[in-house]
């Protein structure tokens, strides 16, 4: 897709992080923007502040985990802007504690986690790529997935990535077989500086876990430092908006991981253990100046 001035974009998780710089990424170049977020009051001050610039936006409170919430999205978008040209599937959480063993996580974790990161995204496509295929004008749908999609892993997080990067390349061949002249991305970033270590904010009442699952703290503050120190919102965002217009199916805007993923498929075609991520060695490499 080569021209956004005039054009809509719908973006889910629009009113923080990777999903807010793209909504202004999307107004920046022309287009009419539908935010759509679970957090109201941040969703509210995206907006405000988007159309205090002037641009044509809408704001959607949204559950990612709900189809009919999808939607109804879906619904208000068309009856604001009309056609829908591209769809940022990409509100996202994150739960605690993954160091667990698969079995050891509850229940809760795995719903909230595949129903947000998972299940949104499917529903995003259930929602959207109908009306997109018969208005027939040119598309494109990003899907946002993690490095975490692309590593081995194990919890709730890395499995629902994996799903993600698996449904959009199934996405990317379907349209592709019916000549469909709509685009698909997965965006895989490393660290990124945003506030989803935070997740935990928008978590339902009724899925809280169990126990309180007590954090890692060794973990948890080598995370947080990792996330903080990650690239900008605004560059992922720049990243995604020029592989929109090539047509890239990957999109995976942090290059010094690229040893790292390397290593995991060579090791599958090796028949070797699964790599694991050296953290020390990332912190170093980072203080060498590689974003990570
Ligand atoms: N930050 C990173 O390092 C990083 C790395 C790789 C992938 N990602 C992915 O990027 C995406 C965006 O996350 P971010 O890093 O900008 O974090 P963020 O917490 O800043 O933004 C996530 C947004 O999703 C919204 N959200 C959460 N649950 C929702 C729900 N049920 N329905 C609708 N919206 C919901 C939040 O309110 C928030 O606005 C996520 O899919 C995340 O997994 C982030």
Same mark, same amino acid.
């Given at each position: 897709?080569?021209?956004?001035?005039?054009?809509?974009?719908?973006?889910?998780?629009?009113?923080?992080? +990777?999903?807010?710089? %793209?909504?202004?990424?999307?107004?920046?170049? @022309?287009?009419? #923007? #539908? =935010?759509?977020?679970? *957090?109201?009051?941040? =969703?509210?001050?995206?907006?405000?502040?988007? *159309?205090?610039?002037?641009?044509?936006? &809408?704001?959607?409170?949204?559950?990612?985990?709900?189809?009919?919430?999808? @939607?109804?999205?879906?619904?208000?978008?068309?009856?604001?802007?009309?056609?829908?040209?591209?769809?940022?599937?990409?509100?996202?959480?994150?739960?605690?504690?993954?160091?667990?063993?698969?079995?050891?996580?509850?229940?809760?974790?795995?719903?909230?986690?595949?129903?947000?990161?998972?299940?949104?995204? %499917?529903?995003?496509?259930?929602?959207?790529?109908?009306?997109?295929?018969?208005?027939?004008?040119?598309?494109?749908?990003?899907?946002?997935?993690?490095?975490?999609? !692309?590593? /081995?892993? @194990?919890?709730?997080?890395?499995?629902?990535?994996?799903?993600?990067?698996?449904?959009?390349?199934?996405?990317?061949?379907? !349209?592709?077989?019916?000549?469909?002249?709509?685009?698909?991305?997965? %965006?895989?970033?490393?660290?990124?500086?945003?506030?989803?270590?935070?997740?935990?904010?928008?978590?339902?009442?009724?899925?809280?876990?169990?126990?309180?699952?007590?954090?890692?703290? =060794?973990?948890?503050?080598?995370?947080?430092?990792? +996330?903080?120190?990650?690239?900008?919102?605004?560059?992922?965002?720049? +990243?995604?908006?020029?592989?929109?217009?090539?047509?890239?199916?990957?999109? !995976?805007?942090?290059?010094?991981?690229? /040893? +790292?993923?390397?290593?995991?498929?060579?090791?599958? &075609?090796?028949?070797?253990?699964?790599?694991?991520?050296?953290?020390?060695? =990332?912190?170093?490499?980072?203080?060498? @100046? *590689?974003?990570?």
């Amino acid at each position: 897709m080569r021209d956004f001035e005039g054009r809509t974009a719908v973006v889910t998780g629009a009113a923080s992080g +990777i999903g807010r710089a %793209l909504a202004d990424g999307f107004a920046d170049v @022309g287009m009419n #923007v #539908v =935010l759509a977020d679970v *957090e109201e009051e941040a =969703l509210a001050a995206a907006v405000a502040e988007l *159309e205090g610039r002037g641009h044509p936006v &809408l704001g959607v409170g949204v559950d990612a985990r709900s189809r009919e919430s999808v @939607g109804e999205l879906a619904r208000r978008a068309t009856e604001r802007f009309g056609h829908v040209h591209v769809l940022v599937n990409n509100a996202g959480v994150a739960s605690m504690g993954e160091d667990r063993g698969v079995w050891e996580i509850a229940d809760e974790d795995w719903d909230w986690v595949m129903g947000v990161n998972f299940y949104g995204v %499917l529903y995003g496509l259930q929602a959207f790529v109908p009306g997109m295929l018969e208005h027939g004008e040119e598309g494109h749908i990003v899907n946002t997935a993690s490095l975490a999609g !692309l590593l /081995p892993g @194990g919890g709730p997080y890395s499995v629902s990535k994996h799903g993600v990067l698996a449904l959009t390349e199934g996405l990317y061949r379907n !349209l592709a077989d019916r000549g469909a002249a709509i685009g698909a991305s997965v %965006l895989c970033p490393g660290f990124v500086n945003t506030r989803i270590f935070d997740a935990e904010r928008n978590r339902p009442k009724e899925l809280e876990a169990p126990e309180v699952q007590a954090p890692n703290e =060794l973990m948890r503050a080598v995370g947080e430092a990792l +996330i903080q120190g990650g690239i900008q919102p605004a560059e992922v965002a720049e +990243i995604v908006l020029r592989a929109i217009q090539e047509g890239d199916l990957y999109i !995976l805007p942090h290059p010094a991981w690229d /040893p +790292i993923v390397r290593g995991r498929f060579e090791g599958i &075609l090796g028949r070797k253990k699964p790599v694991s991520v050296d953290i020390e060695d =990332l912190m170093r490499r980072r203080a060498a @100046g *590689e974003k990570f």
